[in-house]
């Protein structure tokens, strides 16, 4: 396409694209263009991950071999339309406004500023204090193997079920995958994120070898980091079927277990993804349907 801009019509939106030829991705050779088309195909399969949660964006303006940022509070000049929430801050500081993206003309608006990762909250405005997921990485270190990573999210999903809750897991379109369990939001971030430490500690426990919780990257040991940070107020994790920001655009992408085996962190581009979404529904669109009581995975583990 030449010029200098594009104009979409999303919603019944007007959304003006501008540089749609400027290469993000240069090994793969993505435009702009290529990344707001991404986003509009995986809008319906997306969305609902997004729905309610207050997002972090990490926007590469000139791809992503330059420099990036992380956005958490709106800009003054997003569009009225968008809808934004004022977060309280858990120490004395200003409120953060957070964008939350409802509609395809939201996702389209963002992914047009270069937003090639939206990161989302474990909980919802309606419930900011309460999550509804719980998550955990799974960190490898270089060198590990893809079928270790397998081994151990299966090992999570064990955990997971033993103490009644519901494993689901994503490939992170990064190093490694996330294995995440829907909450009904009785209990607030500090129980949710003891439960997680317990969960982890008891998996690392069994193979201390390999496996490890230490925040210290020098305590580790080579071994894969079980990391439950992301399970704290104002934290996030990658939302499904974002983009990332690193070489071959690989996108964070929901799988069902028994997919898993053939399965590697990074395997789905948006060529790959949009043929996947054609064939296949997304694994995780009845999740809230498995919503468990933190407080009974607790005392199921005690």
């Known amino acids: 396409m030449s010029g200098k801009k594009r104009e979409l019509t999303v919603d019944g939106r007007r959304i003006e694209l501008s540089n749609p030829e400027k290469v993000l991705y240069p090994g793969p050779g993505l435009t702009k263009s290529d990344v707001v088309d991404h986003y509009r ?46 977060v309280p801050r858990r120490d004395a500081g200003a409120p953060v406004h957070h964008v939350i993206c409802e509609a395809e003309a ?6 047009s500023l270069a937003t090639l990762e939206f990161h989302i909250w474990p909980s919802t405005e309606e419930a900011l204090d309460d999550p509804d997921r719980l998550v955990v990485d799974i960190d490898p270190p270089d060198g590990i193997g893809v079928a270790e990573l397998r081994d151990v999210a299966r090992r999570l999903r064990a955990e997971v079920e033993r103490i009644g809750l519901t494993a689901f897991v994503q490939a992170t379109g990064g190093r490694g995958f996330h294995v995440v369990a829907p909450l009904d939001a009785t209990a607030g971030y500090d129980d949710v994120r003891q439960l997680a430490r317990d969960l982890v500690a008891d998996v690392a426990a069994a193979d201390p070898d390999r496996l490890t919780t230490a925040i210290r990257k020098d305590s580790r040991g080579g071994r894969i980091f ?40 990074s395997g789905f581009d948006p060529k790959r993804l949009r043929r996947r979404l054609a064939q296949k529904a997304d694994p995780w669109r009845r999740m809230d349907d498995a919503a468990g009581s933190p407080g009974d995975a607790a005392r199921r583990r005690s």
Request: no cysteine.
């Open 41 to 86: 195909h995986v809008a319906d399969a997306m969305l609902p991950h997004l729905s309610g949660r207050p997002l972090s964006l990490r926007r590469f303006p000139d791809g992503v071999e330059a420099d990036g940022f992380f956005q958490k509070e709106a800009s003054d000049f997003f569009p009225d339309w968008l809808h934004v929430v004022k």
């Open 106 to 111: 939201d996702l389209v608006y963002l992914a």
């Open 226 to 265: 079980l990391d439950v940070n992301r399970n704290g107020y104002g934290q996030t994790f990658v939302a499904p079927y974002s983009l990332r920001a690193r070489p071959g655009a690989p996108v964070a992408t929901p799988l069902d277990w028994d997919e898993l085996s053939k399965a590697t962190p």
